[in-house]
């Protein structure tokens, strides 16, 4: 089966997540499901949309309330499902693919410019391991790729203001 046969069949997640940022540094979390750091977010909520799917995984993830300021670009990434996607109990619901194939499956990322509401700190929510703010300059954790994306825009914007 092609990729994409496979995106036709359903076979696929939509994710949704904001970009936050504040005096030029990114928010970027560590979880309990990935080796890497990523943008808060995550997979659609059945009967939610995309914007109100954001606002609900970053409470959870941050403990904090955002608004949202646009949407950015969407992208997309192809996940090799393994038998860990399935130990959080919502992912179970959402990966349609069978993990012990090791198939591939599209991951359609939907950003959103945002900002914390006012007077609020983000802290960590049950799954969240680390919050970190990060600049073009960071070392440390390996990055989502979409944390690699835009933090190379960031770099670009900084250089032109």
């Not at 928010?27 to 080796?35: I, M």
């Not at 670009?73 to 194939?101: V, Y």
């Not at 914390?116 to 929510?125: F, L, R, V, Y």
């Amino acid at each position: 089966m092609t990729k994409t046969e496979q995106v036709k069949m359903g076979k696929s997640v939509i994710a949704s997540g904001p970009i936050i940022i504040q005096n030029k540094k990114m928010l970027v979390v560590l979880d309990d499901k990935d080796p890497f750091l990523k943008f808060p977010g995550g997979s659609l909520f059945k009967g939610k949309t995309l914007k109100e799917t954001c606002i609900l995984e970053t409470k959870l993830e941050i403990k904090c309330d955002i608004g949202i300021i646009k949407e950015l670009e969407p992208m997309l990434l192809w996940k090799c499902l393994k038998i860990k996607d399935f130990r959080h109990p919502k992912n179970a619901k959402h990966f349609l693919g069978k993990p012990h194939t090791g198939e591939k499956i599209p991951v359609i990322l939907i950003h959103w410019l945002a900002k914390i509401k006012k007077g609020q700190k983000p802290s960590k929510g049950k799954h969240t391991k680390k919050i970190i703010w990060i600049d073009s300059h960071y070392k440390g954790y390996k990055l989502a790729p979409n944390v690699q994306y835009f933090l190379k825009k960031l770099k670009k914007e900084k250089k032109t203001n």
